[in-house]
């Protein structure tokens, strides 16, 4: 094989760098800052007490400390508003902390009850059930003058304590809701009985 078959390799090459080129200069002048755009404060979301209005009675789940005395009721008393202070400081992260609250109020105030009520309900953590104005009562648990307090008390506020024959009551409202009143069943007719000795054939 004679050297004149190989390919002559070109003297230049086509994608050679051109070095006679001047590499672009950037420009001296500075950029102008950019403006960040202005980010409008977000609004803080406050919810609003809605009041429910209602032609109908209401009823209360109520809560309730007895003691024999009024020193021993204002502090108990102290202590429950203590302890509402301090879960009211507490930063509000949840947007559910007021239920949160609520539930930890009540769980105190039970406590309290079975720990010092003098009450029959305190196995019960001092719960009442429900009450409504113009029930009948039953028993000396509570009286007119208690049930007239707790349909003007506002939910988890601790009124002054209540004297009554018993003691000192302190009271807790939990809930409330419009009182439907039960039916009573209907007295179920009785098919009339024919005399004794009526019915033997003669």
């Given at each position: 094989?004679?050297k004149?078959?190989?390919?002559?390799?070109?003297e230049?090459?086509?994608?050679?760098?051109?070095?006679?080129?001047?590499e672009?200069v950037?420009?001296?002048?500075?950029?102008k800052?950019?403006?960040k755009?202005?980010?409008?404060?977000?609004?803080?979301?406050v919810?609003?007490k809605?009041?429910?209005k209602?032609?109908?009675?209401?009823?209360?789940?109520?809560?309730h400390?007895?003691?024999s005395?009024l020193?021993a009721?204002?502090?108990?008393r102290?202590?429950?508003?203590?302890?509402?202070k301090?879960?009211?400081?507490?930063?509000?992260d949840?947007p559910?902390?007021e239920?949160?609250?609520r539930?930890?109020?009540e769980r105190?105030?039970?406590?309290?009850a079975?720990?010092?009520?003098?009450c029959?309900?305190?196995?019960?953590?001092?719960?009442?059930?429900?009450?409504?104005?113009g029930?009948?009562?039953?028993n000396?648990?509570?009286?007119t003058?208690?049930?007239?307090?707790?349909?003007?008390?506002?939910?988890?506020t601790?009124?002054?304590?209540?004297?009554?024959?018993?003691g000192?009551?302190?009271?807790?409202?939990?809930?409330?809701?419009?009182?439907?009143?039960?039916e009573?069943p209907?007295?179920?007719?009785?098919a009339?009985t024919s005399?004794?000795?009526?019915?033997?054939?003669?």
């Amino acid at each position: 094989m004679t050297k004149k078959e190989f390919p002559e390799e070109a003297e230049k090459t086509i994608y050679q760098r051109d070095k006679t080129a001047k590499e672009p200069v950037p420009d001296k002048e500075t950029p102008k800052p950019v403006a960040k755009p202005k980010v409008k404060p977000r609004k803080v979301f406050v919810p609003k007490k809605m009041v429910a209005k209602t032609d109908k009675p209401m009823e209360y789940r109520v809560r309730h400390i007895l003691v024999s005395s009024l020193e021993a009721a204002q502090l108990f008393r102290q202590s429950i508003l203590d302890f509402q202070k301090e879960l009211a400081d507490q930063p509000l992260d949840d947007p559910d902390k007021e239920f949160h609250d609520r539930e930890k109020i009540e769980r105190f105030f039970s406590r309290l009850a079975k720990k010092y009520s003098i009450c029959p309900t305190k196995a019960l953590g001092g719960d009442l059930d429900w009450i409504h104005k113009g029930m009948e009562i039953k028993n000396d648990l509570f009286t007119t003058e208690l049930v007239d307090l707790i349909n003007q008390t506002e939910k988890f506020t601790v009124p002054e304590p209540v004297k009554t024959s018993r003691g000192f009551h302190l009271m807790l409202v939990c809930e409330s809701q419009p009182h439907i009143p039960e039916e009573k069943p209907a007295a179920v007719p009785q098919a009339k009985t024919s005399p004794p000795g009526s019915g033997i054939p003669t």
